[in-house]
């Protein structure tokens, strides 16, 4: 059983930045897929960005490219999120992820969950 728990949400305002980070329990940790998803109000959860184990390839949502990155640090089994120039539509509850595997494309299966932290972004 993985534990996920993310921190550094908060409120920040349009075109300012915020790094995530979410602590896994795992010692397995450098073999999982580490990913984000956020959720908007009264939207679906969506995916934004996920990193293969390992030195594996990055990948994220076409809306994130160039604003966001995702890294890991294995020995802390520790995952980021970097967001800059972040817009208020951006505005939702951002879950950290895990998935066993490896994946090749911009999208994941998360067989783990955090409990989510809130992101919010003024206008």
């Known amino acids: 059983q993985v534990q996920l728990v993310e921190s550094g949400g908060g409120l920040v305002q349009a075109g300012g930045s915020l790094r995530l980070s979410c602590a896994a329990s795992?010692?397995?940790?450098?073999?999982?897929?580490m990913g984000w998803f956020r959720q908007a109000p009264g939207k679906e959860r969506e995916f934004v960005a996920a990193?293969?184990?390992?030195?594996?390839?990055?990948y994220y949502a076409d809306s994130v490219k160039g604003r966001f990155t995702i890294s890991r640090d294995n020995a802390k089994n520790t995952v980021y999120l970097q967001m800059n120039s972040l817009k208020p539509e951006e505005t939702a509850v951002y879950y950290c992820?895990?998935?066993?595997?490896?994946?090749?494309?911009?999208?994941?299966?998360?067989?783990?969950w955090g409990q989510g932290t809130q992101v919010t972004v003024s206008s």
């Open positions: 992820a895990a998935e066993s595997g490896f994946i090749t494309r911009a999208t994941m299966t998360p067989g783990y």
């Open positions: 795992d010692r397995t940790f450098s073999r999982y897929v």
């Open positions: 990193k293969n184990w390992g030195g594996g390839s990055a």
